[in-house]
């Protein structure tokens, strides 16, 4: 079995509706992220961008382990040729974290157990990030004699920083929960009973909130990140998006939740998005 990445409606709390809960699910392999599991991730991520009923994504492994990594049973198949290698990095896995990262609703990540490789890349292209205190950090790829591709270098080193990826690619360090909620990577730590509650209740919290501005926000926070002007040049990065075509930063202001949020707190009530 190569695997599989299921998307379901959550369930187990009250208010959990519009959260979808995706699972990465390899049994055997504490989750190990082969091709065909890259590519159904990406389909998965594709049709909740779609959806106008998801409000909530919430990612998790299955069986206690996020994820442990690539499917290195996998990798003498395609990884000593470089055009299939290319293949496999810029099509499979970066189709997969692309489709993450463009997503436009909020991505909760429920981390416990392993969170290797492949794991930490999932992780940084979510919103939020739990985990238990018992989880583990790193990518020691380099005990494997290869590097991290460029694509998800980079998007590594923005989520855990430039030191902490130096040391998991260079020195093939491996850090604990309260490592990488010191170091900025992690929102909470929890105890690992409380984990799946945990990450539930923030998803919920966020369905219940308005979905457009949700959306409005992770797309302007996408184009702040986007090298459009000169490195540090904050200011020109914001100009760029209010006078943009592609992104009205202002066009809900006829919208219905926006006029929902002002309506109920004027009126002393809680809102209904």
Not at 134 to 150: E, W
Not at 219 to 228: E, I, N, W
Not at 252 to 260: F, I, K, L, S, V
């Amino acid at each position: 079995m190569s695997g599989e990445v299921v998307a379901a409606r959550a369930a187990g709390a009250a208010g959990e509706a519009g959260v979808v809960r995706v699972t990465l699910r390899h049994e055997g392999r504490l989750n190990a992220m082969s091709r065909a599991m890259w590519r159904e991730l990406r389909a998965v991520f594709e049709r909740i961008q779609c959806s106008t009923e998801v409000r909530c994504v919430l990612v998790a492994g299955e069986g206690g382990a996020f994820c442990a990594g690539g499917d290195i049973s996998e990798y003498p198949a395609f990884r000593f040729d470089a055009a299939e290698l290319r293949d496999f990095h810029e099509n499979d896995v970066w189709g997969g974290l692309a489709a993450m990262l463009d997503c436009d609703v909020p991505i909760v990540a429920e981390i416990a157990g392993a969170c290797m490789g492949a794991g930490v890349e999932m992780a940084s292209c979510c919103d939020l990030r739990i985990a238990a205190r018992t989880a583990r950090f790193g990518a020691p790829i380099a005990k494997l004699g290869f590097p991290m591709a460029p694509r998800e270098a980079q998007l590594v080193a923005g989520a855990v920083g430039e030191l902490t990826a130096r040391q998991i690619l260079l020195e093939a360090a491996t850090f604990s929960a309260g490592d990488m909620l010191a170091r900025g990577f992690l929102s909470r730590v929890v105890d690992g009973d409380l984990l799946a509650a945990d990450a539930l209740g923030t998803a919920c919290r966020i369905a219940a909130l308005a979905p457009g501005a949700a959306r409005l926000n992770k797309q302007t926070l996408r184009a702040l990140k986007t090298p459009q002007t000169p490195v540090g040049s904050a200011q020109s990065a914001i100009e760029s998006i209010v006078n943009s075509a592609a992104i009205d930063p202002y066009a809900y202001a006829d919208g219905a939740e926006h006029r929902e949020g002002i309506t109920a707190f004027l009126a002393k009530r809680s809102p209904v998005f």
